[in-house]
Structure formats: structure tokens, C-alpha cells
């Protein structure tokens, strides 16, 4: 049972434009939402997060937007640029002490110049 | 910068070897995690840890074990490897919940 969807496995858009990534979730328990960006041969890296009492958090280029009666959460790149081009893998986590992630599969993002 | 050093970046193994994958972090973070990535399933948790010698099973435990004797040290064991155990392997360690993991480069095991 996949709880953490991302249904985009690719996305191609041109450099100066937005990028828009997606997200659905079914378990409610998760109260806070995270997205990853990773380059091949390379681990993870950490790019935003969003606590579930919020509906936005903007970091520079990155905005994450969360509708929680939807159980959505999309990324926002503005405006792309090639370096950006990555995988983009969304996570969830339930409250208290447990740290633990659930993934998405992952949304390969192409930025092309 | 909190530092995720997997040993090694490439393996290559037999089918029934006992393989170990160590991970150290230099942070003195309590929470370490042991991921696989395959292709067209993303992520998957195998084990993780919140405390020196505490253990935990992830979503897909089978196969596998773990030991963590020291705080920056999580090691991850295939008791026996198989062929189905071929995969990207991902440590990451983490402090509290609103900074995320930190991620090693992941070690890329191959068994034949």
C-alpha cells in the first residue's frame, strides 16, 4: 500500500519557467512533509519541508503549497534552471517521536535550456 | 556540514555471502536509517535505529539485519546475499525532524 504518491514520473520543462511537482498522500497521520532532490551516484539531498500546520514555505526558488483536505503537496521551482535537472522524491512523516520517512517513487525533472 | 561517509560506493558480491555495508556520521546524531532505492519504487525503508544499541524494522526488513554499538556507527548485514538484494543502499542519519536526513553518497551492490 503506497501512502506517499507521486504519479509524475517525469517532467520536462524549459529553463526560466515553473516547475511543478506533485504529490498525494493517504495517510492522515502525517503531519509533516519534506521533498529530496537527488543527481545520479549521489545520496539525497534535503531541499524543503512543510509541517502540517502550515499551507506554505517558500525557501528562494522553492515553494512547497500543502492542501491537506486534498492530501496534496506540490513543489514549486521558479524559475528553473538546468541545474535543477534531478530527481525529486517527496516524503511524509507521522508526529511524535518517530522519525521515520515515507518515500514517494520519485519525479524525474529535465530542465532543458 | 553534517558528513554520512558510507565505506564503500561500488560492491560486488556472490549469492549467499554474508555482506557488511557500514555508515559512520560525524554529528552525533541519534537517528540513522538504512534505505534501498530501486528503479520504479523510489525509497524503501529497511531498518533504522534511534539509540546506540536500538533497532528498529522499516518496511522491508527481510534478509537483512543490523547493529549499531556506537552511536555514529549503523551497519547494515546481508545475512545471506541473493540476487534480489542488487540495489542502490542509502544510509542517513538525522537530528530532530524539521532538518530531514542527511544522506551518504549510497553504496551501489551488486550480487551475482
Known amino acids: 500500500d503506497q501512502q506517499v504518491k507521486q504519479n509524475s514520473p517525469s517532467l520536462s520543462v524549459q529553463e526560466g519557467r515553473i516547475s511543478i511537482l506533485n504529490c498525494d498522500y493517504t495517510n492522515s497521520m502525517f503531519d509533516y512533509f519534506l521533498w529530496y532532490k537527488k543527481y545520479p551516484a549521489e545520496g539525497p539531498t534535503f531541499l524543503i519541508s512543510?509541517?502540517?500546520?502550515?499551507d506554505k514555505n517558500e525557501d528562494g526558488r522553492f515553494t512547497v503549497f500543502l492542501n491537506k483536505s486534498a492530501k496534496h503537496l506540490s513543489l514549486h521551482i521558479v524559475p528553473s534552471q538546468p541545474g535543477d535537472s534531478a530527481v525529486y522524491f517527496c516524503?511524509?512523516?507521522?508526529?511524535?517521536?518517530?522519525?521515520?520517512?515515507?518515500f514517494g517513487k520519485g519525479t524525474l525533472l529535465t530542465v532543458n535550456p | 556540514d553534517v558528513k554520512v561517509t558510507q565505506s564503500s560506493r561500488y560492491l560486488v558480491k556472490r549469492t549467499g555471502e554474508k555482506v557488511f555495508l557500514e555508515c559512520v556520521q560525524d554529528m552525533d546524531h541519534e537517528n540513522m536509517f538504512w534505505y534501498r532505492q530501486d528503479p520504479g519504487l523510489g525509497l524503501r525503508l529497511i531498518y533504522f535505529?534511534?539509540?546506540?544499541?536500538?533497532?528498529e524494522k522499516g518496511d522491508i526488513p527481510e534478509g537483512y539485519s543490523v547493529s549499531r554499538e556506537k552511536k555514529e556507527r549503523f551497519s547494515l548485514i546481508l545475512e545471506s546475499a541473493s540476487t534480489n538484494q542488487t540495489s542502490m543502499y542509502l544510509c542517513?542519519?538525522?537530528?530532530?525532524?524539521?532538518?530531514?536526513?542527511?544522506f551518504g553518497s549510497g553504496t551501489r551492490l551488486t550480487v551475482v
Open positions: 535505529s534511534y539509540d546506540v544499541k536500538m533497532k
Open positions: 512543510i509541517s502540517s500546520i502550515k
Open positions: 542517513a542519519s538525522s537530528l530532530a525532524r524539521n532538518a530531514g536526513y542527511t
Open positions: 516524503a511524509a512523516s507521522v508526529g511524535g517521536s518517530n522519525y521515520k520517512l515515507t
